[in-house]
Each structure stands twice: as C-alpha cells, then as structure tokens.
C-alpha cells in the first residue's frame, strides 16, 4: 500500500520558469516531510523538509508547501535551471521514525 | 521474505569497538542504497551500491565506514572504532534500478556508549 504517492512521473520545464512538484500521502500521522534529488548513479540527497506544524518552509529558490487538511505536499522551484535536471521524491516519517517514499518525478529543465 | 530485511534491529557498543550492520535486500532488486538518521535529523545518505559495486561512495562520513556487497544480495555497513556521533538508526533500501529511491528495511538502532 502507497502510503506517500507522486501522480507524476515526469516533468519538463523551461529555465526560468516554475517548477511544481506535487506529492500526496494517505496517513494523518506522519509529522515530518522531505524532499530529495537524485541524480542518475548517484544516491539520493536531501533538499528541504517541513514539520507537521508548518504549512511553508523556504530555502533558497527551494519552497515546500504542506496542506495538511489535503494530505498534500509541493516542491516549488523557482527560478528552475538546467542543473536542477533530477529525479525528485518526498518522504514522509510516522511519529514511528518510519519512512516512507514517493516514487519519484524525473523533472527535465529545458535550457 | 517479501521485504527488506536488517540485523541487528538494534546494537548497543562501547565507544571504539567495531560493528557490523547487515541488509538482506528484496531478490531481484539490483541497487541498493545505506542511509542513516541522526537524532532530530533527516535522512542523510551514506552509499549505493548497483549489483555489487558502489558507484557513489561519498555520502560515507569517514574512512571508519565502509561497506560491501556480495552476489548482488545481502551487504554489510562496517563502522570501525565507533564514536558516539555515529549512534543512529541505519536503514537500508533496495530498488529494481537505481532510478527509484527502494523500499525500506526496518532498520538498526546504533548506539554507541
């Protein structure tokens, strides 16, 4: 069972332009959310995270939305530039230290 | 088993001893990925291995890490002299190609007196 989904797998933007990624989770219970970028034959790293308690967090041209009443979560990159040209996932953590991931939208930032 | 598997769940040591973590990957599943979290901290990656070799070596935090994978299966986290900057849960994923972040194992509890 999916517990943390991402509708899309794919995604292109122009540089310059936003970059939306969405994320959708199933349980009430998880307090903490992530963001990560993987590069091909690269491991994945950490972007940006947000608190449960939290409905926005900004860092750099990073923001991550969170509507906890929609159980949904968004990446917003902007201005998006060529080198941000990865695959994205979101995670989740239960009050259990448990993680959950999406699996992951490949964004493509076209120069 | 139908997911993926870490032992110890957890392992209490003495600051300087040596311990070894081990995950048994789902079969079929060719990447494999080490990660660990701190205390209050999010999850931050250690190394990745595709069949038996670890194309990205550079989340390891010193040469007291190091890992292995044999027959495109089970690996092993060694930590060497431990510190007790290294108590953390260490997780372990697998996936069917490097592009997916893997499903989880249940992880191991370090922690390092």
């Known amino acids: 069972d999916q517990q943390v989904k991402q509708n899309s797998p794919s995604l292109s933007v122009q540089e310059g332009r936003i970059s939306i990624l969405n994320c959708d989770y199933t349980?009430?219970?998880?307090?903490?959310f992530l963001w990560y970028k993987k590069y091909p034959a690269e491991g994945p790293t950490f972007l940006i995270s947000i608190s449960s308690i939290k409905d926005k967090n900004e860092d750099g041209r990073f923001t991550v939305f969170l509507n906890k009443s929609a159980k949904h979560l968004s990446l917003h990159i902007v201005p998006s530039q060529p080198g941000d040209s990865a695959v994205y996932f979101c995670?989740?953590?239960?009050?259990?230290?448990?993680?959950?991931f999406g699996t992951g939208t490949s964004l493509t930032v076209i120069p | 088993g139908a997911g993926v598997s870490q032992s110890p769940s957890n392992k209490v040591t003495e600051k300087g001893k040596d311990v070894e973590l081990r995950c048994d990957p789902i079969?079929?599943?060719?990447?494999l990925y080490w990660y660990r979290q701190r205390l209050g901290q999010g999850l931050e990656f250690l190394i990745y291995?595709?069949?038996?070799?670890?194309?990205?070596k550079s989340g390891l935090p010193s040469d007291r890490f190091s890992a292995e994978r044999t027959g495109e299966s089970v690996s092993t986290l060694t930590i060497q002299r431990t510190q007790q900057e290294d108590s953390a849960v260490y997780l372990c994923a697998s996936s069917l190609g490097g592009e997916l972040a893997g499903l989880f194992g249940p992880g191991t509890r370090l922690t390092v007196l």
């Open positions: 995670a989740a953590i239960n009050t259990g230290n448990q993680f959950y």
């Open positions: 079969s079929g599943h060719t990447a």
């Open positions: 349980n009430s219970m998880f307090d903490y």
């Open positions: 291995f595709q069949g038996n070799s670890a194309p990205d």
